[in-house]
């Protein structure tokens, strides 16, 4: 039988459908391979989307060392994810921003970049209590095949790869998505490639991924709008203001609230192992992404 918290909740769950919103308790990790290839774009973005989506929303900049989301919201924070190790209170840490409340990472502090797994699992305790208190949560994971990484994405509910369309990008994305599949069994994910021509280069590129991804991965992989090459984005990562609120009518805007639309309304990623049972020693080599992507 249901009780009144299940049918209130189902009741949002519906509002929200069909609004095209995204429901509330969505965690999006954004991930990928390489750098620059714009996750913490698409994060800043994101984040000020479920913002104006009436949604209480926590941003995560899991780039704990090299950060960068705090320039893209305009912020020159005082505290960061440094603090709370040390012992501050989460709270006193965030940053409040655009309508959305940011945990800061800092750029260039090499303890961060160097984390011990007790230290990097009392982040994650953190930032698990620290979220029941928000309806969404974006989390902004470093690039690559880092534990802390791999241990970000296990936090969401949806995990999306953002790539460009060059090979180099193709191949780091596989290789991504494979140390995913080895340390938390990643069956499902969401791919955006961003910063991109057209709609069948676009295509074109997750084609060759899926290829690759379903002959030696089996991950099921969801293909999302694309996000074009946009002058007015970068422009507005140069004022520290996300390009959906600098520039709504953006067509990198537009491509945005289609991509995160998509999404937030899609059935959530799928993992088969615990993230925090750590396996043996991985073989993380990738010569079939080396020779598939070209
Ligand atoms: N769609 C786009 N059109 C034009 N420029 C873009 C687009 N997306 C991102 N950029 C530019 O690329 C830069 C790098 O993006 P971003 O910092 O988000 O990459 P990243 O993947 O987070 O990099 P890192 O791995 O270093 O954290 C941005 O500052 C922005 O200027
Ligand atoms: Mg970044």
Redesign the pocket.
């Given at each position: 039988m249901n009780t009144m918290a299940d049918v209130i909740s189902l009741d949002r769950f519906r509002t929200a459908q069909r609004r095209g919103k995204p429901q509330p308790g969505t965690t999006i990790a954004f991930t990928?391979g390489k750098?620059?290839?714009?996750?913490?774009?698409?994060s800043a973005n994101a984040s000020v989307w479920m913002a104006k989506n009436e949604l209480r929303t926590l941003t995560v900049d899991g780039?704990f060392s090299?950060a960068?989301l705090n320039l893209l919201f305009g912020l020159a924070p005082e505290r960061s994810v440094l603090d709370v190790l040390r012992g501050m209170p989460v709270e006193n840490v965030l940053e409040r921003a655009h309508g959305v409340d940011l945990l800061p990472g800092l750029n260039g502090n090499s303890m961060l970049a160097n984390l011990d797994p007790a230290q990097a699992a009392s982040i994650y305790v953190e930032i698990e209590t620290l979220r029941d208190a928000y309806e969404a949560t974006v989390i902004?994971a470093p690039?690559g095949l880092s534990d802390v990484g791999i241990e970000m994405c296990a936090l969401a509910s949806h995990v999306v790869l953002?790539l460009s369309p060059e090979p180099t990008s193709l191949a780091d994305a596989y290789a991504c998505l494979k140390a995913l599949t080895a340390r938390v069994g990643l069956d499902r994910a969401f791919v955006v490639v961003?910063?991109v021509d057209s709609a069948s280069d676009a295509h074109d590129a997750f084609t060759r991924l899926e290829a690759l991804v379903s002959r030696f991965l089996g991950v099921e992989l969801c293909e999302l709008p694309y996000?074009?090459?946009?002058?007015r984005?970068?422009t507005a990562?140069?004022l520290g203001s996300p390009v959906l609120l600098q520039y709504p009518d953006a067509p990198?805007s537009r491509a945005l609230v289609s991509m995160l639309t998509a999404v937030s309304s899609m059935a959530p990623s799928t993992f088969t192992h615990d993230a925090f049972v750590i396996p043996g020693p991985e073989d993380f080599t990738r010569p079939e992404a080396m020779e598939d992507v070209r």
């Open positions: 990928g750098g620059g290839v714009g996750k913490s774009f698409v780039d090299m960068d902004d690039t953002v961003n910063r996000i074009p090459a946009d002058a984005a970068a990562c140069a990198s």
